[in-house]
């Protein structure tokens, strides 16, 4: 009876350790294969040939995100269509748009003004009036003045909405920066331009009632 006792103990022991071993000969099957082995996300590292090897075993995976999602912490996608050649309705209803970033802080002010000076300041000059390394004061490779964003009122009332745009699809002389600026960085400049002509024109309110507190002495 006793040996019985060992035995069947010495067993049960066996089959607990065999069960409870990481090592699984054969798994069994499984009802949902894609929801048990999860696959890596990695834009480019599925195949159609792939993907259709995986099919013949029952697993429906696809390395493109479900349509009209978004990553999170990713903006809202901008929503408008660059315009047919001749067509103005999408850059007239950009002017909707509005800038989706909150007040930048210290330090993103810091990067738009790199992201300016990198991307921007060549045109535009680091200064924002026109007078970059391409125009050079009408001596410079580029025989037209660019944009002037500080001091044009033109520039100075064109809304967030419709700056993003011609950065996005690009206009008239000025080709795009959708691969240069990704759309959280493009706002941010945006946010710097608009900045720089806020403090411009301050300035420009205050110059004259200094002046006039001055003849009033």
Partial sequence: MKKITIISLVAFTGILIASCSDV???PGRIYMPDMAYSRAYETYSVTEEDRQALEKDGIHFSNTPVAGTIKRGELFPFLLAKDKDGDTTNYAASKKVVNPLPALTED?????????????AICHGPKLDGNGPLYKGGDGPYPAKPAQLVGDAKYEAMPDGQMY???????????????????RQRWMVIHYIKSKQ???KGTAVAAPAADSAGMKK
């Avoid at 993103?108 to 921007?120: H, K, M, T, Y």
């Fill in 24 to 26: 699984r000969r054969k």
């Fill in 108 to 120: 993103q002010a810091v990067e738009a003004e790199r992201l300016f000076l990198v991307n921007c």
């Fill in 165 to 183: 745009y011609s950065v996005l699809y690009g206009k008239n002389k000025m080709g795009s920066y959708a691969s240069q600026l990704d759309s």
């Fill in 198 to 200: 806020a403090a411009a």
